[in-house]
């Protein structure tokens, strides 16, 4: 590996770090509001986690699909594989980030909210799909399955039927305080993610070409 590639190893850490300070740092430090208080932070956080995941493996739908098309072009296969695995650590880190709304919100536990059980269904099938493409490396089934996983992901949370969580709470909000500061923190978790996604780009085709 040479220096330039080194500094780069060295630096997207780093980058990585700074930027997830930033954002622990932006709520801590977040507005309150009247219902949920000094909650309300880490209630848009897990929101915009959220819709950090969904954009991950998204994308990861379209690197498939031009896997699919480009067969020869290795490259899209590993951004596919890097954007799963990135949409895979927010969707991981977000389920419990939303228990812990849920504890704040609710003071308690509701299991059979759709928009629990459903995204911690998609949790538990992304890790088995992931661990499955994993094993058998093909390039083919990498993209048919994050191509897979990520529609029908799109597709089940776009149709859920909510019971205790509001509807579009940022969407129908009054404050433009509160917009603006989801806005912010959801551009920061989408600049986390691409920074992530580049990583571990990097790192699984530093490990195609030393194989």
Known sequence: MNATKTKHFVWQPILLIITL?????????????????????????HGAWVWTGKVCFGLAVLAGLAGLIWRTRAHWILLTRALAYGGLFF?????????????LSWVGFFFDEPRWRIPFLFGVIAV????????????????????????????????????????A?????????????????LVLSIIFG?????????????KRTQA
């Open 21 to 45: 300070l930033l954002i622990v740092l932006l709520t801590l430090f977040g507005p309150d509001e009247k219902t949920l208080g000094g909650t309300l932070s880490l209630v848009l956080l």
């Open 91 to 103: 969707w991981l880190t977000y389920l419990p980030m939303s228990l812990l709304v849920m504890q």
């Open 128 to 167: 088995l799909l992931q661990v499955g493409l994993w094993l058998f490396n093909h390039p083919i089934l990498t993209a048919i399955g994050n191509i897979a996983f990520g529609v029908a992901l799109w597709w089940q949370l776009g149709g859920l039927q909510n019971v205790l969580h509001p509807e």
């Open 169 to 185: 709470p940022i969407a129908t909000s009054d404050s433009t305080n509160i917009q603006g500061y989801f806005l912010i923190l």
């Open 194 to 206: 691409a920074q992530l996604t580049l990583w571990l780009y990097k790192r699984l085709n530093l």
